[in-house]
T-cell receptor
């Protein structure tokens, strides 16, 4: 079992829809959880962080964490073509950040 | 500085040559990481520095790879006797402490011919 699992996609959604990106992790000691967005040919960019169970909203983005289920998700509301990118899930244990392979999202106009 | 700075942005080298890649983290960030990303692949952890502690070298793929961090700031990743499979984008990231996400540099694209 991989330490961090994400559906590789591609996930395709129409413009204006909600995109749902999921991630499961194996290390129950994970304390902090981050979502990164990576455009093709660019470096990863931090977009969300979440530390406790529940939802955290920031603009069109909502991160959801369920530590009991070892599950973290990212919802993107009102998806835009500019949201088309690969989204990386990164649970962290102390100083060790483990990246998932990423989910490629395409938002079609 | 305002962000994580990496140099050079692109490097083409001949197989068997040594290369040095430089990373200048954000001022005050105590943690510094090196990753590499091959085309279409995920991030592969290489090495991690935290303050004055011994670095975590567990991700270095072979003894041809080494890294140092001088004065708790600038880091250099050295690859000796480069091979074609070393071709990738090498990314540096830093953060102030474990409760923050990383800030990545723009990377060095290494091509070994």
């Amino acid at each position: 079992q991989k330490e961090v699992e994400q559906n590789s996609g591609p996930l395709s959604v129409p413009e204006g829809a909600i995109a749902s990106l999921n991630c499961t992790y194996s290390d129950r000691g994970s304390q902090s959880f981050f979502w990164y967005r990576q455009y093709s040919g660019k470096s990863p960019e931090l977009i969300m962080s979440i530390y406790s169970n529940g939802d955290k909203e920031d603009g069109r983005f909502t991160a959801q964490l369920n530590k009991a289920s070892q599950y973290v998700s990212l919802l993107i509301r009102d998806s835009q073509p500019s949201d088309s990118a690969t989204y990386l899930c990164a649970p962290t244990v102390n100083n060790d950040m483990r990246f998932g392979a990423g989910t490629r999202l395409t938002v079609k106009p | 500085g305002a962000g994580v700075s990496q140099s050079p942005s692109n490097k083409v080298t001949e197989k068997g040559k040594d290369v040095e890649l430089r990373c200048d983290p954000i001022s005050g960030h105590t943690a510094l990481y090196w990753y590499r990303q091959s085309l279409g692949q995920g991030l592969e952890f290489l090495i991690y520095f935290q303050g004055n502690s011994a670095p975590d070298k567990s991700g270095l793929p072979s003894d041809r790879f080494s890294a140092e961090r001088t004065g708790g700031s600038v880091s250099t990743l050295t690859i000796q006797r480069t091979q074609q499979e070393d071709s990738a984008v090498y990314l540096c990231a830093s953060r102030p402490d474990r409760f923050y996400g990383y800030t990545f540099g723009s990377g060095t694209r290494l091509t070994v011919v």
